[in-house]
């Protein structure tokens, strides 16, 4: 079985600030580990994902995020938030031998001027 | 094309309304997914199929019933909805088989409003 704890589900920091949305997992085998994004009325886009390998994973739009298998942890950081950047992320693990994918419970971050 | 397309974007329909969401793909995937959305929660599996084989039925009410015509096609039929179906449902699709990692690519949604 396999679940995905999002820590804090609002996150605010200032344009030109760190962005640290916080993920952690559990899983019974090696996880597959995702983040997404969703802006308003749109669907998920993937911003990056760790398979196997390179443990910091680098994505789009300036995000990354650092596999730790002794912490079960996956947090997602950009160094500077832009504007654009206020959206909800969604951590997810997939099984890809059940095909499917469990989702956290996601963080909205809000972006101030 | 990297594009998941789904229509129609918005759809309202009352209680004893029959009707269907339509989903596409051309990357070739083999996998395609129906999840349903509520506001500010995580999108909540509904269906999977599998080389065009039913392969997961997350226990979804009989109201809803999935088709999957073609590798490239996957369908929603929608019959007696009640209010609290209203939701954003989402259609995905991934390229199964080993070593695939199942990422999944989503389409921008449908919104659907049962009066």
């Known amino acids: 079985a396999q679940s995905v704890t999002q820590l804090g589900s609002h996150v605010s920091v200032s344009e030109g600030a760190l962005v640290l949305l916080r993920c952690n997992y559990s899983s019974s085998v090696p996880p597959y580990l995702f983040w997404y994004v969703q802006y308003p009325n749109q669907g998920l886009q993937l911003l990056l994902k760790?398979?196997?390998?390179?443990?910091l994973v680098k994505g789009i739009n300036g995000f990354e995020a650092e596999f730790k298998k002794s912490e079960t942890s996956f947090h997602l950081t950009k160094p500077s938030a832009h504007m654009s950047d206020a959206a909800e992320y969604f951590c997810?693990?997939?099984?890809?031998?059940?095909?499917?994918?469990?989702f956290g419970d996601g963080t909205t971050l809000t972006v101030k001027p | 094309d990297t594009e998941v397309t789904q229509t129609p974007k918005h759809l309202v329909m009352g209680m004893t309304n029959k009707k269907s969401l339509k989903c596409e793909q051309h990357?070739?995937?083999?996998?395609m997914y129906w999840y349903k959305q509520k506001a500010k929660k995580p999108p909540e599996l509904m269906f999977v199929?599998?080389?065009?084989?039913?392969?997961i039925n997350e226990s979804v009410p009989s109201r809803f019933s999935p088709e999957c015509p073609n590798s490239s096609l996957l369908n929603l039929h929608l019959h007696a909805l009640q209010p609290e179906d209203s939701a954003l449902y989402l259609c995905a699709s991934s390229n199964r088989g080993s070593g695939t990692h199942n990422e999944q690519f989503f389409g921008p949604g449908t919104r659907l409003t049962v009066l």
């Open positions: 199929y599998s080389y065009e084989k039913l392969s």
């Open positions: 760790y398979t196997t390998g390179a443990t």
């Open positions: 990357m070739g995937h083999r996998a």
């Open positions: 997810a693990v997939s099984d890809t031998n059940a095909g499917k994918s469990t």
